[in-house]
T-cell receptor, first 110, second 114 residues
Framework: KQEVTQIPAALSVPEGENLVLNCSFTDSAIYNLQWFRQDPGKGLTSLLLIQSSQREQTSGRLNASLDKSSGRSTLYIAASQPGDSATYLCAVDAGNMLTFGGGTRLMVKP | DTAVSQTPKYLVTQMGNDKSIKCEQNLGHDTMYWYKQDSKKFLKIMFSYNNKELIINETVPNRFSPKSPDKAHLNLHINSLELGDSAVYFC?????????????FGQGTRLTVV
């Protein structure tokens, strides 16, 4: 059974810092991995999707990497801003469903 | 144009009542899901439907009954609501087994059972 873990559970950084969020999964038989953002009381917004054959994807200040063989993904956020404050979730798609990690709650202080 | 829309957004009801949540997607996806987000914010799969056929039922009580009239709709009916059913329920859709297709989520239905 696929298990997804995210570290750290919470992170507080001053504005302008670069930061890395970690995601690990136990079963490497995946189609893709997605990173989502969730603001308090809101739904999930897709940030990046990395296909199983890809090593990384970039969107603006966000860069996600995938090492399928070791079951790891990272989300790198450059030059963090207060508006980046949210919960970040990673999810792996094994075909029948997405399995989510517990999320990293990020606070960027002005 | 909302990709995945679910209604209602908020639902407050008494214990023992029966309620339904509706979900529709206009993305042409073949697979739809219901997820439950508990008070600790953990997202857990409840059901997965592919082309109107149930493919995942993740140990959900029988009081929860999903219905998919067509590929674009997946509704969730809950009988005899209990306090522990209070949570946020998310509908989502994607293409099953495709490496390059994002999953999209609705805005959630916050269910409060009193």
């Amino acid at each position: 059974k696929q298990e997804v873990t995210q570290i750290p559970a919470a992170l507080s950084v001053p504005e302008g810092e670069n930061l890395v969020l970690n995601c690990s999964f136990t079963d490497s038989a995946i189609y893709n991995l997605q990173w989502f953002r969730q603001d308090p009381g809101k739904g999930l917004t897709s940030l990046l999707l990395i296909q199983s054959s890809q090593r990384e994807q970039t969107s603006g200040r966000l860069n996600a990497s995938l090492d399928k063989s070791s079951g790891r993904s990272t989300l790198y956020i450059a030059a963090s801003q207060p508006g980046d404050s949210a919960t970040y979730l990673c999810a792996v798609d094994a075909g029948n469903m997405l399995t989510f990690g517990g999320g990293t709650r990020l606070m960027v202080k002005p | 144009d909302t990709a995945v829309s679910q209604t209602p957004k908020y639902l407050v009801t008494q214990m023992g009542n029966d309620k339904s949540i509706k979900c529709e997607q206009n993305l042409g996806h073949d697979t739809m899901y219901w997820y439950k987000q508990d008070s600790k914010k953990f997202l857990k799969i409840m059901f997965s439907y592919n082309n109107k056929e149930l493919i995942i039922n993740e140990t959900v009580p029988n009081r929860f009954s999903p219905k998919s009239p067509d590929k674009a709709h997946l509704n969730l009916h809950i009988n005899s609501l209990e306090l522990g059913d209070s949570a946020v329920y998310f509908c989502a859709s994607s293409h099953r087994g495709r490496v390059n297709t994002e999953a999209f989520f609705g805005q959630g239905t916050r269910l409060t059972v009193v």
